[in-house]
């Protein structure tokens, strides 16, 4: 398309946005929300469950009751909206995409709610592709690590010096070496949501310059530099996931030395257990 009429088509996206305001961790207010949808368009063709805080609820210096809280500001909603939206996106054979953080794969220390929450919303993506399969209705997510959003903004300014935070935190990407933008994790969710992934559900999608992966090899190697070898409980569909993950850190080494790894199997080719050589 030439300039003006790309602008055109743009002006018209803007014209026709629109939004339901809603405090997500009260249900009546979702259910308002969803209802405002229906009335206006009569129909829901995808979801995308965003919102969420990482709010610092940790295991020394939160309540039980805070915990809860914060399971309820930061997953609770993504099950309530995806039950509001089921008869909409049942309709239209739509799409889910759950926002998600590297949190739930490597941790971060004082936000045990949040963690645990994001842990959730990893297991509500599988569970849901499942469940919603055969009315084919495509479930996947997005998980971000370092994205200079407003909140991760206000989290850098409690920093005494946050340009040299952000240039820390950015050379510890391997892609490139800065943060992930929004357009990147935008134009993720997007292409999730249509048909261009027609065949794509259960899939959690790291959008994150490689960061994420790389602190989970990490920790993957300080746990098997202890041991010569490890016995592992009985994998069969998983096993690639499961080889493919540890492969990586072959490349890195622990302490100079380097191991490999080698699957056993049985007789019918499924394996139970892996055998890793440190020399």
């Known amino acids: 398309r030439s300039t003006l009429s790309s602008s055109s088509a743009a002006s018209d996206v803007y014209k026709r946005q629109d939004y339901a305001l809603a405090e997500l961790t009260d249900s009546k207010e979702c259910q308002k929300a969803i209802e405002f949808i229906y009335k206006k368009y009569g129909q829901i063709d995808g979801l995308v469950n965003n919102a969420g805080i990482n709010d610092g609820i940790g295991l020394k210096n939160g309540t039980s009751k805070q915990f809860i809280d914060s399971i309820n500001k930061n997953v609770t909603h993504y099950f309530q ?22 949190v739930s794969y490597t941790g971060q220390g004082g936000t045990s709610g949040y963690a645990a929450a994001c842990g959730a919303r990893n297991a509500l993506t599988r569970e849901w592709a499942v469940e919603l399969i055969n009315d084919e209705i495509r479930v996947n997510e997005v998980i971000v690590a370092e994205c200079y959003t407003p909140l991760y903004e206000k989290w850098i300014k409690t920093f005494k010096n946050p340009k040299k935070k952000i240039n820390e935190i950015s050379q510890k990407i391997p892609l490139g070496k800065r943060m992930t933008t929004v357009e990147e994790i935008s134009n993720m969710v997007i292409f999730l949501l249509s048909n261009k992934s027609s065949h794509t559900t259960g899939q959690i999608i790291f959008v994150d310059g490689a960061e994420s992966p790389h602190t989970q090899a990490h920790f993957d190697a300080l746990t098997l530099a202890s041991a010569h070898f490890i016995e ?16 990586i850190i072959q490349k890195i080494g622990i302490n100079g030395r380097r191991y490999h790894m080698a699957p056993t199997f049985d007789s019918d080719n499924s394996i139970v257990g892996v055998f890793v050589d440190l020399t």
């Not at 509001?84 to 309709?91: Q, S, V």
């Not at 569909?237 to 499961?242: A, C, M, R, S």
């Open 232 to 247: 592992c409980f009985r994998i069969t569909d998983e096993v690639d996931v499961y080889i493919s993950r540890r492969s």
């Open 81 to 102: 909206m995806a039950k509001l939206a089921l008869p909409g996106l049942k309709k239209s054979k739509g799409s889910i995409v759950n926002i998600g953080s590297k």
